[in-house]
């Protein structure tokens, strides 16, 4: 069995949540990170970068650059009281807060009186060949967007090189502009994953033609498995994004909703290419099962045709195995007691019999094409 087939699997965090709680209850996974607070303030001219793992390291940045657009970009979410204290900051709904730190949200955009939050769904291969899934959320609220991810994997590194170059409207589009970038980069990503598996579909379909065995089916159901994974987020991704698109709240201009429609179709390519891929791993999945069955088949067939050509030589050796006597003990002769038994060279005779039958059955067969097909 291939190492795709052992290694592959979906590593997911398991919910942590009391049935009845109250709800904006902020309960924080055991397995969680501790936060790194990375804060780029920036404007037109002038890009400052401020790092730490506080709220007094958001709360001096803000301060000393409150003429900037601010994104702060935190990965990790080790720390209940950094979410508090965000969220007392910001004024921000404690449902909100407890959806940041519930990581297993649906892809979806909620508009507030003042803010806008909506949730993604990142997805990417790690070192170790798995299939990571985890939660993007985003708050943005007049010129500050507030980025939190459960990894410390720098997922955003285009974005910040787009941000130190200045080049393009990314600087003075404002945090809506972020918001639209970062949702795209998780889009452009999903690209790479579906990528990536269709090269192992390639190679499975390969594989399948070359040298079939069940290893293949492994393989095709756990690459389906993969794309059921990436359907799930895809598909309210393409909801979250329309009503972005949909949205009248001033974060999101009108600019930022023509980078959006393209952002759409985009997500609209991902879905048909899930489910082109589906439909290709049930496709190898169902043709193995066929090759196993016709090679049954096959199997079955010069099982049969071995049986068929035996069948008349059985008969006639059990026949004349039965051994009845030609004659009575005072030496008269038995009528119809298998005079054969007493011929000279009759056991030359049988076997004469009995090669050509076999010889026959096999001449018919093979004029009926039966061997041309084994």
Same mark, same amino acid.
């Given at each position: 069995?291939?190492?795709?087939?052992?290694?592959?699997?979906?590593?997911?965090?398991?919910?942590?949540?009391?049935?009845?709680?109250?709800?904006?209850?902020? %309960?924080?996974?055991?397995?969680?990170?501790?936060?790194?607070?990375?804060?780029?303030?920036?404007?037109?001219?002038?890009?400052?970068?401020?790092?730490?793992?506080?709220?007094?390291?958001?709360?001096?940045?803000?301060?000393?650059?409150?003429?900037?657009?601010?994104?702060?970009?935190?990965?990790?979410?080790?720390?209940?009281?950094?979410?508090?204290?965000?969220?007392?900051?910001?004024?921000? %709904?404690?449902?909100?807060?407890?959806?940041?730190?519930?990581?297993?949200?649906?892809?979806?955009?909620?508009?507030?009186?003042?803010?806008?939050?909506?949730?993604?769904?990142?997805?990417?291969? %790690?070192?170790?060949?798995?299939?990571?899934?985890?939660?993007?959320?985003?708050?943005?609220?007049?010129?500050?967007?507030?980025?939190?991810?459960?990894?410390?994997?720098?997922?955003?590194?285009?974005?910040?090189?787009?941000?130190?170059?200045?080049?393009?409207?990314?600087?003075?589009?404002?945090?809506?502009?972020?918001?639209?970038?970062?949702?795209?980069?998780?889009?452009?990503?999903?690209?790479?994953?579906?990528?990536?598996?269709?090269?192992?579909?390639?190679?499975?379909?390969?594989?399948?033609?070359?040298?079939?065995?069940?290893?293949?089916?492994?393989?095709?159901?756990?690459?389906?498995?993969?794309?059921?994974?990436?359907?799930?987020?895809?598909?309210?991704?393409?909801?979250?994004? %329309?009503?972005?698109?949909?949205?009248?709240?001033?974060?999101?201009?009108?600019?930022?909703?023509?980078?959006?429609?393209?952002?759409?179709?985009?997500?609209?390519?991902?879905?048909?290419?899930?489910?082109?891929?589906?439909?290709?791993?049930?496709?190898?999945?169902?043709?193995?099962?066929?090759?196993?069955?016709?090679?049954?088949?096959?199997?079955?067939?010069?099982?049969?045709?071995?049986?068929?050509?035996?069948?008349?030589?059985?008969?006639?050796?059990?026949?004349?195995?039965?051994?009845?006597?030609?004659?009575?003990?005072?030496?008269?002769?038995?009528?119809?007691?298998?005079?054969?038994?007493?011929?000279?060279?009759?056991?030359?005779?049988?076997?004469?019999?009995?090669?050509?039958?076999?010889?026959?059955?096999?001449?018919?067969?093979?004029?009926?094409?039966?061997?041309?097909?084994?």
């Amino acid at each position: 069995m291939s190492s795709f087939t052992k290694r592959v699997h979906i590593k997911n965090r398991k919910h942590k949540f009391e049935v009845g709680e109250r709800p904006g209850t902020i %309960n924080i996974p055991d397995d969680a990170l501790p936060p790194q607070i990375v804060i780029y303030s920036f404007n037109e001219t002038d890009l400052q970068t401020r790092e730490g793992s506080d709220m007094k390291t958001i709360t001096q940045q803000l301060k000393k650059c409150n003429e900037h657009t601010h994104w702060i970009k935190i990965n990790g979410l080790g720390d209940a009281k950094l979410i508090e204290d965000i969220g007392t900051f910001m004024g921000i %709904n404690q449902l909100v807060l407890e959806d940041v730190v519930n990581t297993h949200q649906r892809p979806k955009f909620d508009e507030y009186d003042n803010y806008v939050f909506g949730t993604s769904r990142i997805i990417f291969f %790690n070192d170790d060949n798995e299939l990571v899934n985890c939660q993007f959320s985003g708050i943005v609220k007049d010129n500050i967007i507030i980025s939190f991810e459960e990894s410390h994997k720098d997922y955003f590194e285009p974005i910040k090189i787009r941000l130190q170059a200045g080049k393009g409207i990314i600087r003075t589009a404002g945090p809506g502009y972020i918001f639209y970038a970062l949702t795209d980069t998780i889009l452009d990503n999903y690209f790479v994953v579906l990528s990536q598996i269709g090269d192992r579909i390639d190679q499975t379909e390969d594989k399948l033609y070359e040298s079939p065995d069940k290893s293949i089916m492994f393989e095709a159901q756990q690459l389906k498995r993969t794309l059921i994974v990436i359907r799930r987020s895809c598909w309210p991704e393409r909801d979250k994004i %329309n009503d972005m698109i949909r949205s009248e709240s001033e974060l999101i201009t009108k600019d930022v909703k023509l980078y959006l429609r393209d952002a759409y179709d985009h997500c609209i390519q991902a879905m048909d290419m899930v489910e082109s891929y589906k439909e290709v791993t049930s496709s190898i999945i169902d043709l193995y099962l066929s090759m196993v069955s016709n090679r049954m088949n096959e199997i079955m067939k010069v099982l049969t045709i071995i049986s068929v050509v035996f069948i008349p030589l059985t008969f006639i050796a059990g026949i004349y195995g039965m051994n009845f006597s030609h004659t009575d003990e005072h030496g008269h002769v038995i009528p119809d007691n298998m005079p054969e038994l007493y011929w000279h060279h009759g056991y030359v005779y049988a076997i004469i019999l009995m090669l050509g039958i076999g010889v026959g059955l096999l001449f018919i067969f093979w004029k009926k094409g039966w061997f041309n097909k084994l």
